[in-house]
């Protein structure tokens, strides 16, 4: 058996701090789940995804609040970590969005990527200035994490 250490708080926060990307999952109408990979900010114990109005995963939201969002990355081996949220979600629009989607493009596309990136600066602009702009605010019920990088002999165990 092996007991997978869990991240501290803090660790939590540094690590959701990074661009890394989440995957955030929806139910279709059919029942299947919907994965979508999104860009988000964490704030506050509230995650923020900035994405556009027709999108499937909002459709999906309108329909059922109910998601889920995986946020994990290797460097090879063992070498993981992730955190996993079970949340409700709610769709923000307009002023408050413009003002979330800013914060999550400024993490994504910083100015040292933009200043060298013209396809990143255009690519900021465009999505910064779009009339279709929707959020998604995900309020988590459970936060689940784990950094297998932690791991020591002892937490591995013959059953």
């Given at each position: ?60 939201i309108k329909r059922d609040n109910r998601v889920v969002l995986l946020?994990?990355?290797t460097d090879g081996g063992i070498k993981l970590k992730g955190v ?76």
């Amino acid at each position: 058996m092996i007991i997978v250490p869990e991240m501290t708080q803090d660790e939590m926060l540094r690590y959701l701090s990074q661009p890394l990307i989440a995957k955030i999952a929806t139910t279709n109408l059919d029942g299947t789940p919907q994965l979508s990979p999104v860009w988000f900010i964490y704030e506050n114990e509230v995650f923020y995804i900035s994405t556009y109005e027709k999108a499937l995963k909002v459709r999906n939201i309108k329909r059922d609040n109910r998601v889920v969002l995986l946020i994990d990355s290797t460097d090879g081996g063992i070498k993981l970590k992730g955190v996993l949220v079970k949340g409700i979600a709610r769709l923000i629009y307009g002023d408050e969005c413009k003002k979330i989607e800013k914060k999550i493009y400024d993490k994504y596309l910083t100015s040292e990527i933009t200043s060298k990136d013209g396809v990143a600066r255009m690519f900021k602009q465009e999505a910064l200035s779009s009339p279709d702009s929707v959020c998604i605010e995900v309020r988590p019920l459970k936060i689940t994490s784990w950094d297998y990088t932690k791991l020591r002999p002892e937490d591995i165990k013959s059953v």
